[in-house]
T-cell receptor, first 117, second 115 residues
């Protein structure tokens, strides 16, 4: 089946640091990848949709300069949390859809637990 | 705009008993419907989907779901629960047309299967 690899799984760093999270589709090409944020015991909140070769589309209320997304190839998208602060601590999950059809399921990475001290 | 409701925050079931996790949706037109499962500190794993055709959809790990258009529901079921089924379950919907790429998730239902 389709596998999405997300790295790192856990990051602990000081306030003010920038953190990069990678999301790779291992056995399929993903023209579209999605970045979510999940708070404890809550659902997934879509942050942005990442399209290969073009600018990401951010959801309302998500700062594009704070959360930089790059989707340079059909198998890799990155999310960089710039100048991270404690309120950015969260569980970040990436997802990719195999194929262009909207009936295709999204496949998820295992998430990145980001803790800002 | 589409939405998904999972009315139960938690469902408790004894091992070996049937389980049902409820989901209702609201969407313009026909929906694509999905169920995902999430284990602690992990991403979501795809269980099953409804696109068209038979209302009863079979998925991974013995799970199935029944699409009911008149009730706009897509309840997840399993005939005999296992302790290992204990996890967080999410229902999700995407419209066939319009709505862009967005998959809208419910708030999740914590399933606890006890011996």
């Amino acid at each position: 089946g389709a596998v999405v690899s997300q790295h790192p799984s856990r990051v602990i760093c000081k306030s003010g640091t920038s953190v990069k999270i990678e999301c790779r589709s291992l056995d399929f090409q993903a023209t579209t990848m999605f970045w979510y944020r999940q708070f404890p015991k809550q659902s997934l909140m879509l942050m942005a949709t990442s399209n290969e070769g073009s600018k990401a589309t951010y959801e309302q209320g998500v700062e594009k300069d704070k959360f930089l997304i790059n989707h340079a190839s059909l198998t890799l998208s990155t999310l960089t949390v710039t100048s991270a602060h404690p309120e950015d601590s969260s569980f970040y999950i990436c997802s990719a859809r195999s194929g262009r059809g909207l009936n295709q399921p999204q496949h998820f990475g295992d998430g990145t637990r980001l803790s800002i001290l | 705009a589409q939405s998904v409701a999972q009315p139960e925050d938690q469902v408790n079931v004894a091992e070996g008993n049937p389980l049902t996790v409820k989901c209702t949706y609201s969407v313009s037109g026909n929906p694509y419907l999905f169920w995902y499962v999430q284990y602690p500190n992990r991403g979501l794993q795809f269980l099953l989907k409804y696109i068209t055709g038979d209302n009863l959809v079979k998925g991974s790990y013995g799970f199935e779901a029944e699409f009911n258009k008149s009730q706009t529901s897509f309840h997840l079921k399993k005939p005999s629960a296992l302790v290992s089924d204990s996890a967080l379950y999410f229902c999700a919907v995407r419209p066939l047309t319009g709505g862009g790429n967005k998959l809208t998730f419910g708030t999740g239902t914590q399933l606890k299967v006890e011996l």
